[in-house]
């Protein structure tokens, strides 16, 4: 398997734009979640999906901020409108969730290294 | 609710000498605890997992961690450290039955000194 897959590496948007960030988690995989990665805050989870329906979107920092999942290969991360606070780098991470058990290691995806000017 | 704290953003050491990353963390049931590291420009990758049994746990590239209940603890350790384990490390800790989210630590980046 290719890993989780990202996509765009990086992207550069200037401030009002809308922008999309895409993932293809690891096939067979029913567990997928998006972070937000900063120097200030570390590691942030956003959003957390299981088997394509969203859970816990309690990171999801504002309004400006929606995700999908419309199928189990694929799901998308939106800004709109992005303001230059939102630059960071975002990473997509599934797992084969085992029924709650919690035991099986995310796999994560290279990221995408958003800057907002 | 479960947490994770690891002490020093930085750790220095020189090439060779023994690596300790610490881990300490909180959590209302026994829990899953796993080190992930990320490379420059990386996602982040699992080095190693505590889950059940034994309590040592070793993982890739000489990595080993052992869990304490006692200290609530789940330190890194490497005998020797390379050039190429310059990197961020990551604890992170998960509840069985739960969520099963992972709750990641702040991160550590580990210096190596030739």
């Known amino acids: 398997d290719a890993g989780v897959i990202q996509s765009p590496r990086h992207e550069v948007t200037e401030m009002g734009q809308e922008v999309t960030l895409r993932c293809k988690p690891i096939?067979?995989?029913?567990?997928l979640f998006w972070y937000r990665q900063t120097m200030m805050r570390g590691l942030e989870l956003l959003i957390y999906?299981?088997?394509?329906?969203?859970?816990?979107d309690s990171g999801m920092p504002e309004d400006r901020f929606s995700a999908k999942m419309p199928n189990a290969s694929f799901s998308t991360l939106k800004i709109q409108p992005s303001e230059p606070r939102d630059s960071a780098v975002y990473f997509c991470?599934?797992?084969?969730?085992?029924?709650?058990?919690?035991?099986?290691?995310?796999?994560f995806g290279q990221g995408t290294r958003l800057t907002v000017v | 609710a479960q947490s994770v704290t690891q002490l020093g953003s930085h750790v220095s050491v020189s090439e060779g000498a023994l690596v300790l990353l610490r881990c300490n963390y909180s959590?209302?049931?026994?829990?899953?605890l796993f080190w992930y590291v990320q490379y420059p420009n990386q996602g982040l990758q699992l080095l190693l997992k505590?889950?059940?049994?034994?309590?040592l746990v070793k993982g890739i590239n000489g990595f080993e961690a052992e869990f304490k209940k006692s200290e609530t603890s789940f330190h890194l350790t490497k005998p020797s450290a390379h050039m190429s384990d310059a990197a961020e490390y990551f604890c992170?800790?998960?509840?069985?039955?739960?969520?099963?989210?992972?709750?990641f630590g702040r991160g550590t980046s580990l210096i190596v000194h030739p």
């Open positions: 991470a599934s797992s084969l969730g085992s029924g709650g058990l919690g035991d099986t290691e995310a796999f």
């Open positions: 096939s067979g995989h029913n567990s």
């Open positions: 999906f299981n088997n394509n329906v969203p859970i816990d």
């Open positions: 959590s209302s049931v026994p829990p899953y």
């Open positions: 505590y889950t059940t049994g034994a309590t």
């Open positions: 992170a800790v998960s509840e069985p039955g739960g969520s099963y989210i992972p709750t």
